[in-house]
């Protein structure tokens, strides 16, 4: 599927409703790279914007992906040794919506830092943000992201 991109990275709305995108679930998530926002919007006779997040993408050596996606597997949280994050919602591969980043047990807040691009990839979003997808948006939800 090919999107005229004219007006994404100027009038989001604009872009959803001019290019006519359909959703099966009811819902849109897009991710704008360069403004670092994450929208969610809602069909309600048409394309209406429910939310806009500041997000944390991937840094230059570990860019985030472009392209169009549908949600994937949820998990409540994933970590490692030292991290974790809460409300994670998969793009594709490797690649989640996640909450800020905790400690090993997913109490104390190692990152809470939005709108940089800082990540290995993934899309940050404020816990609140990150577990509101996680809570509403439907496998298979359509996913933009450039």
């Given at each position: 599927m090919a999107y005229n991109y004219d007006k994404f990275d100027i009038n989001m709305t604009e872009f959803v409703r001019d290019n006519n995108i359909q959703s099966s679930t009811g819902y849109l998530l897009i991710t704008s790279?360069?403004?670092k926002f994450t929208y969610v919007y809602e069909y309600k006779n048409g394309?209406?914007?429910?939310?806009?997040?500041s997000s944390t993408v991937g840094k230059t050596s570990t860019p985030t992906v472009k392209g169009i996606?549908?949600?994937g597997k949820k998990y409540l949280a994933i970590g490692g040794e030292t991290s974790s994050v809460k409300y994670a919602?998969?793009?594709v591969d490797d690649y989640y919506y996640h909450s800020i980043i905790y400690d090993a047990k997913g109490v104390a807040i190692k990152d809470d830092r939005l709108g940089l691009?800082?990540?290995h990839g993934c899309i940050?979003?404020?816990t609140s943000s990150s577990k509101w997808i996680y809570?509403?948006?439907p496998e298979r939800t359509?996913?933009?992201i450039n």
């Open positions: 790279l360069k403004n394309w209406q914007l429910e939310y806009k997040w996606f549908s949600v919602t998969n793009i691009a800082i990540s940050r979003l404020a809570d509403n948006i359509p996913i933009i």
